[in-house]
């Protein structure tokens, strides 16, 4: 325990940040403790013969780049001082151009508020007219029309049931698409099929509910024609 | 040389009079030289990240507070140049294959030859320990900080520095003990 506690100062003691006190504990322990002496006196040789490894001096070349950098540092300096700053340049300007009167600062700002109000109306509703935007809605519409036709025209029940889904986003069908649902509708050999169908076109438009109306006598399949009949209903509230 | 004076020196070149750096210069120069070399053993090296360091005094001027020494700041700026330049290569150079002889033109007396090669197994020695332990040795016995002072330079407690001086001297000492040829002198 006494030999880990002195090991501990060793350094202290070669580096010289000891007091007297510990310097002497430490000495009178490795006069009796033959470890620590050979320790001790190992670390201290090394220590010693570090002393013998000269202070080198740079070449001169380490003084002249020093000062060159040093040169250029103040020259850049002083071309930062002379150099207004943009800040400063804005600041002056606005200084400039800004009227002394309370009143007509206070009409200035006024007249800048309309203007840009002005602006950001107009600009907004040249965004909201761009005429790319509605090119791009009108071609989303005709894809959705194409898909739900061709899955209409599909002879499997599973294909059509899955287009009764897609053609619920047809928002306003066209001529063509709507009479392709109504001949689903009239014609389907599946009451399944011509009852998603039917709940797909429900209950969109007048056109749709007279189109509805007159298949609704050519029915066959009971189920069916309820539901026709329901949805005829339902739409007269 | 106190260090109040570098203190105020420093404190000028933050508030942007650059040409008090000089002064600085002078004073450090040669101790960060010698701090590099004991590092990288190459004189080129040494010369490049003394001027590197500077290069960062200005850089960073605006960042000096000036409540702590002014050389720890110093140190601080040259261990990351350090850092950066052995980043930079990859891996650190080995000193042993690449420490670079003071050039001799004379023929040297027999006890010149002895010291040359003491010096030689003694840099050798130090370039066989890990970086942080050769740092250590250079910091408090070339560099003559003080514990306290390498303690805040490394970011840790003046016992862990303690612990460490000792382990590197102890392996310092065996590292030159085998290339003396297991002979102790």
Known sequence: MKCKQIKGKFSDYLIGEIDEFAQKEIQEHVTACDSCREELESLSAIWTKLGVLPEEQPSHNVRARFYTTLEEYKQKMQQEKTRPKLGILLDGWFERMMPRRPAFQFSLALILLVVGLTAGYFLHAGLQGGGEIDQLRQEVRQVRQITAVSLLRQESLREQLKNAGLSSQVELPDDETLADFLRSVNSDTTPDSRLAILDALFPQSPKIRQELARSLSEKTSPVVEIALAFSQQITKF | ?185
């Open chain 2, 1 to 185: 040389m106190n260090k109040a004076s570098d203190n105020n020196l420093m404190v000028q070149v933050r508030d942007g009079n650059v040409e008090k750096l000089a002064v600085l210069f002078e004073r450090y120069h040669v101790m960060l030289y010698n701090f590099f070399l004991r590092l990288t053993g190459n004189r080129g090296i040494s010369e490049d990240l003394v001027q590197d360091v500077f290069v960062r005094v200005l850089k960073y001027r605006a960042s000096y507070q000036g409540q702590n020494k002014f050389t720890i700041w110093l140190y601080r700026i040259a261990r990351n140049a350090h850092i950066d330049f052995l980043r930079k290569r990859k891996d650190e150079v080995s000193l042993g294959e690449q420490w670079d002889e003071a050039p001799s033109h004379e023929p040297s007396p027999p006890e010149k030859v002895e010291q040359a090669q003491e010096i030689a197994r003694l840099n050798l020695a130090l370039a066989q320990l890990p970086l942080k332990k050769r740092e250590i040795i250079i910091l408090s016995r070339f560099q003559n900080l003080k514990y306290k002072e390498i303690a805040e330079l490394m970011g840790c407690h003046i016992g862990t520095v303690k612990a460490m001086i000792h382990r590197s001297i102890k392996d310092l000492g065996k590292a030159y003990f085998e290339l003396s040829g297991g002979i102790a002198s």
